[in-house]
């Protein structure tokens, strides 16, 4: 099993940053891939980020440029620094591994973008 608890959500005005942590923990080993999904109130969940092994990295069209996704296997980490938020950005950001195939979620940080 695998373990994500994220953290670093909350309320920001428009073109404010914000940084997301998740930390996994449990059984680590051979996790393929890491990132952040979100879940906007009565839409569907999408992909934010995503980096895989060799650190490739994917970015949803709609945070090209603002947002950077980063992890570090030493600690067992994947973070995601947000830039020049806007209102739309304000979902359920939540981090999710793969390993084995298998996909793990954590339980989501409420990020809010508002003036």
């Known amino acids: 099993q695998v373990q994500l608890v994220e953290s670093g959500g909350g309320l920001v005005q428009p073109g404010d940053s914000l940084r997301l942590s998740c930390r996994a923990s449990?059984?680590?080993?051979?996790?393929?891939?890491m990132g952040w999904y979100r879940q906007a109130p009565g839409k569907q969940r999408e992909l934010v980020a995503i980096?895989?092994?060799?650190?490739?990295?994917n970015y949803a069209d709609s945070v090209k440029g603002r947002f950077a996704i980063s992890r570090d296997n030493t600690k067992n980490t994947v973070d995601l620094q947000m830039n020049s938020l806007k209102p739309e950005d304000t979902a359920v950001y939540f981090c999710?591994?793969?390993?084995?195939?298998?996909?793990?979620w954590g339980q989501g940080t409420q990020v809010t973008v508002s003036s």
């Open positions: 999710n591994a793969v390993r084995d195939g298998r996909s793990y």
């Open positions: 449990g059984i680590i080993s051979r996790l393929s891939a």
């Open positions: 980096i895989i092994s060799y650190g490739i990295t």
